[in-house]
Structures are given as structure tokens and as C-alpha cells.
């Protein structure tokens, strides 16, 4: 199995990997497997990362996509006929670190949305501009004004983050901190990720997320929609990317 650099510290923006095995996909895409990576697949709502894979001849390979397969394993994707390294390449991995950090950003601010309302989360999306989180709310929606206010207080509040492990037996007996009801945090390793929020939050996550909830910055929600008897949709913009 693939290193997951990214894991232990989501600032890493580069570093160097052997090449395990290559990849085909359906459309003709090009992939490779490496021994440990720095590039985050897509998952629990957050999109895969992008960048660039340099072998030791300096020929840049753009990745366009990094997710996994069928197996389990972390593919990180390339243009269609691009000349890939052989089995044993070493190869420098470098992410596309703006766009990561927009996402470790917005990743981190649902935190502290989910911590604002009482309900279930059945769905959710992280993405560079703007994020949401649905919610299972048979009392109706919160206000959009009062909701913006408790998230830029959190925001500027700079709440530390830490990363802390459980076992799955402690997680089982802990279920309120599960939050989605549609996705489940991966049990069966023996121990689960917990991210906490000090002070505000604490729930199983396996996404990238900011030191502390300052780095976030001013943020606005933007819309609350109904999407059913009892869901509602809540979207959050970075004020810098979508002011009024």
C-alpha cells in the first residue's frame, strides 16, 4: 500500500517516490502507483489532488486527477499517451499547493458548520471556492445572517486543530461522533482518525485540514435551500472569491 504522507501532514507539498506499478484506465488514461505520495484521492467530499509527477530526467507529468481503484490503491492519473516511468522510476510528486490549501481551507470551515447545527449530515461537498453540507432538519432551516456571524467568529477565534487516533472499538462505543448518515468513516485497520477542532469539534475524518481555524478567513453562506421534507442544503463562500 501506498505511504499517505498527506495523513500526517497535509502541508507537505512535494516529495520523492518510487513508481510500484502503471496503471490503465477505461478511456485510455495513463496512471501510476507509487511507494508513498503527498497527493490526497478523492474522498469523503474532498476532490483528488492535482499537480505534477518530475522523473529524474526533468520531464514534467501533469496529474489531473488522483483517486482509487478498485483495489484500494492510490492512482494518481495522467494525460491520456503520456510516456509513463517504468516499475522502480523514482519520480518527484509535487501537488498543485494553492488549490490544496483552498480545499484544506473549506474542508476545515465545514467543521465548524457541522458544530453550528444540530442534525444528521446526509450529504456534503468540499470545493475550491465554496463547500456544503446537507442536513437532516425535521425544525426547519437556521437563519443565513445569524449562521455567517457564528462561523466568522469561529473563524477568528483561530482555534487550534490536532489529529488524534481511536480504536474501532472506542469509536463503536462512541457513536455521536459520526456525524454523516450517509458515509461512514473506514473501520478495520484497528484504529480510526479523529479530527478535533479544540473546543468546537470532534469527529472521524480522513481529509486535509488547517493548523488553526484563522487560516480559514472570512467566509459567507451563501444559500440554504430545502432538498426534501426534513433536508437542508447549507453553501459556504470564501468571501475573497465571492463577495457581495
Given at each position: 500500500?501506498?505511504?499517505?504522507?498527506?495523513?500526517?501532514?497535509?502541508?507537505?507539498?512535494?516529495?520523492?517516490?518510487?513508481?510500484?506499478?502503471?496503471?490503465?484506465?477505461?478511456?485510455?488514461?495513463?496512471?501510476?502507483?507509487?511507494?508513498?505520495?503527498?497527493?490526497?484521492?478523492?474522498?469523503?467530499?474532498?476532490?483528488?489532488?492535482?499537480?505534477?509527477?518530475?522523473?529524474?530526467?526533468?520531464?514534467?507529468?501533469?496529474?489531473?486527477?488522483?483517486?482509487?481503484?478498485?483495489?484500494?490503491?492510490?492512482?494518481?492519473?495522467?494525460?491520456?499517451?503520456?510516456?509513463?516511468?517504468?516499475?522502480?522510476?523514482?519520480?518527484?510528486?509535487?501537488?498543485?499547493?494553492?488549490?490544496?490549501?483552498?480545499?484544506?481551507?473549506?474542508?476545515?470551515?465545514?467543521?465548524?458548520?457541522?458544530?453550528?447545527?444540530?442534525?444528521?449530515?446526509?450529504?456534503?461537498?468540499?470545493?475550491e471556492e465554496k463547500g456544503r453540507l446537507d442536513f437532516d432538519l425535521p425544525?426547519?432551516?437556521?437563519?443565513?445572517?445569524?449562521?455567517?456571524?457564528?462561523?466568522?467568529?469561529?473563524?477568528?477565534?483561530?482555534?487550534?486543530?490536532?489529529?488524534?487516533?481511536?480504536?474501532?472499538?472506542e469509536l463503536d462505543a462512541q457513536p455521536d461522533l459520526v456525524r454523516t448518515?450517509?458515509?461512514?468513516?473506514?473501520?478495520?485497520?484497528?484504529?480510526?482518525?479523529?479530527?478535533?477542532?479544540?473546543?468546537?469539534?470532534?469527529?472521524?475524518?480522513?481529509?486535509?485540514?488547517?493548523?488553526?481555524?484563522?487560516?480559514?478567513?472570512?467566509?459567507?453562506?451563501?444559500?440554504i435551500e430545502k432538498k426534501g421534507k426534513m433536508n437542508r442544503r447549507v453553501?459556504?463562500?470564501?468571501?475573497?472569491?465571492?463577495?457581495?
Amino acid at each position: 500500500m501506498t505511504e499517505e504522507l498527506f495523513r500526517q501532514d497535509a502541508y507537505a507539498s512535494d516529495c520523492t517516490a518510487q513508481v510500484v506499478a502503471q496503471v490503465t484506465g477505461a478511456d485510455g488514461e495513463q496512471g501510476l502507483i507509487l511507494d508513498r505520495t503527498v497527493f490526497y484521492p478523492t474522498g469523503g467530499g474532498q476532490p483528488g489532488d492535482r499537480g505534477c509527477l518530475t522523473p529524474e530526467d526533468g520531464t514534467i507529468l501533469p496529474v489531473t486527477d488522483t483517486r482509487y481503484d478498485g483495489e484500494g490503491r492510490i492512482v494518481h492519473w495522467l494525460v491520456p499517451g503520456t510516456a509513463v516511468p517504468a516499475e522502480g522510476a523514482t519520480v518527484t510528486a509535487s501537488i498543485d499547493w494553492d488549490r490544496r490549501h483552498r480545499l484544506m481551507r473549506m474542508h476545515t470551515c465545514l467543521h465548524l458548520l457541522c458544530s453550528l447545527i444540530e442534525g444528521g449530515v446526509t450529504g456534503g461537498s468540499i470545493g475550491e471556492e465554496k463547500g456544503r453540507l446537507d442536513f437532516d432538519l425535521p425544525e426547519g432551516a437556521p437563519d443565513k445572517q445569524a449562521l455567517t456571524d457564528r462561523l466568522n467568529a469561529l473563524v477568528a477565534a483561530n482555534h487550534p486543530l490536532d489529529i488524534r487516533w481511536i480504536t474501532d472499538d472506542e469509536l463503536d462505543a462512541q457513536p455521536d461522533l459520526v456525524r454523516t448518515m450517509s458515509v461512514k468513516p473506514p473501520t478495520g485497520s484497528g484504529r480510526v482518525r479523529l479530527i478535533e477542532v479544540t473546543g468546537v469539534d470532534l469527529q472521524p475524518c480522513g481529509g486535509t485540514h488547517v493548523r488553526a481555524t484563522g487560516e480559514i478567513g472570512p467566509v459567507r453562506v451563501s444559500k440554504i435551500e430545502k432538498k426534501g421534507k426534513m433536508n437542508r442544503r447549507v453553501t459556504v463562500v470564501f468571501e475573497e472569491m465571492d463577495p457581495q
